[in-house]
């Protein structure tokens, strides 16, 4: 599967409303992966790689102030509550507990989408295609250009390819089949040599600590 898509999870226990905002998002071109509770909630957070999360509070077996409380032990990707829960405790419980916003039933669903789009801006960068990656070197995601000190560094075009996925994927379990999709072309045969060929040329230009190996997985640029 090619990460072309921003990744939620919608944790939300009205089984009608949690398809209705499902179908909405997929339509919308959002990944969706819907749960029910807090204990699948946080069963497949740490299972899986997702961009944001939306949760309801009153949900069965874990509330969502204590999922997101777990969530923010481990991860930094934003949360959006969604709730019939009004008044103002609650709403400084919810960004106290680790919520990036708050939302309150009913909505409509096109607010919602423009609520998760600004939250997905605002953490994950505007249309900028600069990316800074230290003091001294940036990268250009459109161009597919490293620069260190102004001054451009040659690598390979897998190179600055992998380089500009780990980039838009900060933070994430990348696959071996994943980075092969998205890399390489359809007609050519990856292989694992290669791409650790790919990752040493990386770290030896932007740093070692930057791209973490993940034994029998893959790797996560950690930035």
Do not use: C, W
């Not at 990460?3 to 905002?21: A, G, P, Q, S």
């Not at 959002?30 to 699948?40: A, C, L, M």
């Not at 451009?152 to 696959?175: A, C």
């Amino acid at each position: 599967m090619r990460l072309l898509k921003y990744r939620i999870l919608l944790v939300e226990d009205d089984i009608e409303l949690n398809h209705t905002i499902a179908e909405f998002l997929e339509m919308s071109n959002f990944y969706v992966k819907s749960v029910y509770n807090g204990d699948e909630a946080l069963n497949i957070a740490f299972e899986d790689n997702f961009d944001v999360f939306l949760l309801d509070i009153k949900i069965p077996k874990i509330n969502g102030f204590e999922v997101a409380e777990e969530i923010r032990k481990k991860f930094s990707m934003p949360i959006i509550f969604i709730t019939s829960l009004d008044g103002e405790t609650n709403v400084v419980k919810a960004f106290i507990s680790g919520g990036d916003d708050y939302i309150r039933k009913p909505f409509s669903l096109k607010e919602l989408k423009v609520r998760i789009e600004a939250v997905i801006r605002r953490v994950y960068g505007s249309n900028n295609s600069v990316v800074r990656i230290s003091e001294e070197i940036e990268f250009d995601l459109e161009k597919l250009e490293l620069l260190k000190n102004g001054d451009r560094v040659r690598l390979k075009t897998k190179e600055l390819k992998l380089l500009k996925l780990f980039l838009q994927n900060k933070g994430k379990i990348l696959s071996k089949n994943m980075i092969f999709e998205n890399v390489y072309d359809y007609d050519e045969e990856p292989n694992e040599y290669s791409l650790r060929t790919f990752i040493n040329n990386l770290r030896r230009v932007i740093g070692r600590n930057r791209i973490e190996t993940i034994k029998n997985t893959g790797y996560r640029y950690v930035g």
